[in-house]
């Protein structure tokens, strides 16, 4: 049996350390770590690895059970696979322990209140962008593209797939500058 370490945070400027030495101390082997949104399973290419990798005995640990997903569906999809393989799940800072009734349970209303709490922070943040735009800040993302660039390739005769390879961009972007 081997105990395998899971730890992920949503944005490249978060930090894994506190996570990591946790997930050390409770006496992982393997540490796979990632810097990614955890709303869906895509792009979370660490996770796949582990998932595939574990084998019938072995145990996943986790942090929190919001480090291993952000949605009931995802969360009980993992651990249903997780399960169907024989591997136990692990989470340090909750009582959860996939192998007994009261676990599962416990395993259960988590998630929810994972997932209600996202979507609150999710609620917050709109009521947040909402109020910014009334007050005229926020004004949305930067734009990548130089826009008067784009013009100026096309007025000198250039292409929409010339331009977008000069800037680096998609044509759909170049055909929506020049149509704006």
Do not use: H
Request: proline share 1%; with cysteine.
């Amino acid at each position: 049996m081997a105990v395998y370490g899971y730890a992920r945070v949503s944005t490249t400027d978060q930090d894994l350390t506190v996570q990591q030495d946790a997930l050390k101390a409770s006496g992982c082997e393997i540490i796979r770590s990632e810097k990614v949104s955890g709303s869906s399973r895509q792009g979370r290419d660490e996770l796949k690895t582990l998932l595939e990798f574990v084998r019938t005995g072995d145990v996943l640990c986790v942090v929190r059970l919001d480090r291993l997903g952000r949605s009931i569906k995802d969360l009980f999809d993992i651990v249903a696979e997780l399960e169907e393989r024989g591997v136990g799940l692990r989470v340090i800072e909750q009582p959860v322990d996939t192998t007994t009734a009261s676990g599962r349970a416990f395993l259960g209303m988590l998630s929810v209140f994972s997932e209600f709490e996202t979507n609150l922070r999710r609620e917050r943040q709109l009521e947040g962008i909402a109020k910014a735009k009334e007050r005229g800040v926020y004004k949305g993302r930067k734009p990548s593209i130089d826009a008067n660039q784009v013009r100026r390739l096309k007025s000198a005769g250039m292409g929409a797939s010339q331009i977008a390879n000069e800037m680096g961009c998609g044509r759909a972007s170049v055909y929506r500058l020049l149509s704006s």
